[in-house]
T-cell receptor
Framework: GENVEQHPSTLSVQEGDSAVIKCTYSDSASNYFPWYKQELGKRPQLIIDIRSNVGEKKDQRIAVTLNKTAKHFSLHITETQPEDSAVYFCAASRHGSGNTGKLIFGQGTTLQVKP | EAQVTQNPRYLITVTGKKLTVTCSQNMNHEYMSWYRQDPGLGLRQIYYSMNVEVTDKGDVPEGYKVSRKEKRNFPLILESPSPNQTSLYFC???????????FGSGTQLSVL
């Protein structure tokens, strides 16, 4: 079945450094790739998403890149701050014709930003 | 305020005792879904619904039931809970399933 692999499972960086989290998906028909941030004890919240018709999307310090040929996408956080510390989840789904309604999440990455 | 409301927040029960976790959204969303979150496994989809009276299995549907009789409500039913269903459960909704998911606050379930 469909699968999303996320790496690394934990990531520790110094404040101000960059952080990169990578995900690989198996369903070549996937065309929507969101990223969610979950702070400790809270619900996941969308931070950025990308659709398959673009290769990169940026929102202030956060960017996502997509390589459809290789079936992988990455989250880039620049100038990290302590409040970026959280668990990050990538996900993949297929929309449009053949829309399954399924959203497959990666296993999560715990990011720790040290002051 | 636009929100997804889940109840209860915490639930401790015993094996075999039927329970229902309620989920309601006030955003007129067509798409609703249930996930369970376990350490190291991320969020796994249990069931989803594209619209009223339309439900489909996610990746881990065994041991769960859902219904979508009204647009705003999507309850999760455990007919005979077992200890391996101890988990953190999230309900979520979106306009049509193609965009941002709004999550509920979660239900921590313990089955003894």
């Amino acid at each position: 079945g469909e699968n999303v692999e996320q790496h690394p499972s934990t990531l520790s960086v110094q404040e101000g450094d960059s952080a990169v989290i990578k995900c690989t998906y198996s369903d070549s028909a996937s065309n929507y790739f969101p990223w969610y941030k979950q702070e400790l004890g809270k619900r996941p919240q969308l931070i950025i998403d990308i659709r398959s018709n673009v290769g990169e999307k940026k929102d202030q310090r956060i960017a996502v890149t997509l390589n459809k040929t290789a079936k992988h996408f990455s989250l880039h956080i620049t100038e990290t701050q302590p409040e970026d510390s959280a668990v990050y989840f990538c996900a993949a789904s297929r929309h449009g014709s053949g829309n399954t309604g399924k959203l497959i999440f990666g296993q999560g990455t715990t990011l720790q930003v040290k002051p | 305020e636009a929100q997804v409301t889940q109840n209860p927040r915490y639930l401790i029960t015993v094996t075999g005792k039927k329970l229902t976790v309620t989920c309601s959204q006030n955003m007129n969303h067509e798409y609703m879904s249930w996930y369970r979150q376990d350490p190291g496994l991320g969020l796994r989809q249990i069931y989803y619904s594209m619209n009223v009276e339309v439900t489909d299995k996610g990746d881990v549907p065994e041991g769960y039931k859902v219904s979508r009789k009204e647009k705003r409500n999507f309850p999760l039913i455990l007919e005979s809970p077992s200890p391996n269903q101890t988990s953190l459960y999230f309900c979520a909704s979106s306009l049509s399933g193609k965009e941002k998911l709004f999550f509920g606050s979660g239900t921590q379930l313990s089955v003894l």
